[in-house]
């Protein structure tokens, strides 16, 4: 059975910068790219993709070579088995970071795959904080993603036995990414 990773949980609590602690600090672990139907964005972030077509999207999951998928605003994201496979012959650990349901299809999945997935969470007025911050004077788009978030919190509360552990993230993201890495630890023991 191939261990990986899962990092998930609600916008604003710094996944990815977790993310990016946890592979700065140890080599143990690789980031798994995800595949996507949409244009690349000119953010720091956007070689964690591999951007593909609707058609080369539709053929890879025909062919089983997504191991969970989703659309979001009218595209698709999915994570490619190949790489789980190449990170895992190198002797590494993959590391994904996914939504809800990408967890919930993966640990649900009898697919050789033995994920340990952490949920992280912010105190909500870090989160607040953190939100208002990103979207600025837009009300429009931190309400809908405040409303999105409290639909996810319900969606957790019912998944919440596939997560190994939950973390909080309230200030120091080393402490959190040492702590996250420690789970790991326990996780490969069990
Ligand atoms: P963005 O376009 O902002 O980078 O990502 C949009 C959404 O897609 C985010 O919620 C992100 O977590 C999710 N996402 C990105 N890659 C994957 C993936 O491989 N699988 C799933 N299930 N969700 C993904």
Do not use: W
């Not at 911050?133 to 931190?142: A, C, F, M, S, V």
């Not at 997560?163 to 120091?172: C, I, L, S």
Request: aromatic share 8%; net charge negative; proline share 3%.
């Amino acid at each position: 059975m191939k261990n990986i990773l899962i990092l998930a949980g609600p916008s604003g609590v710094g996944k990815t910068t977790l993310a990016h602690t946890l592979l700065n600090n140890s080599d143990r672990f690789e980031l798994v790219c995800s595949v996507t139907t949409r244009a690349p964005r000119a953010d720091s972030y956007d070689s964690e993709y591999i951007y593909i077509s609707k058609d080369e999207f539709a053929r890879l999951v025909s062919e089983g070579g997504i191991l969970e998928y989703t659309e979001y605003a009218g595209n698709f994201y999915g994570t490619p088995r190949s790489e789980i496979e190449r990170i895992s012959a190198d002797g590494r650990t993959p590391l994904l970071i996914l939504d809800l349901n990408g967890v919930h299809t993966v640990v649900n999945s009898k697919s050789g795959i033995c994920p340990c997935a952490v949920y992280i969470t912010v105190p909500d007025s870090v989160l607040l904080e953190r939100l208002s911050q990103r979207y600025g004077t837009d009300t429009e788009k931190l309400n809908s993603r405040l409303v999105k978030n409290i639909s996810e919190r319900a969606y957790f509360e019912e998944i919440k036995a596939d997560f190994f552990a939950v973390v909080e993230n309230a200030g120091n993201v080393e402490k959190c990414a040492e702590e996250i890495h420690l789970i790991y630890d326990r996780f490969c023991k069990k």
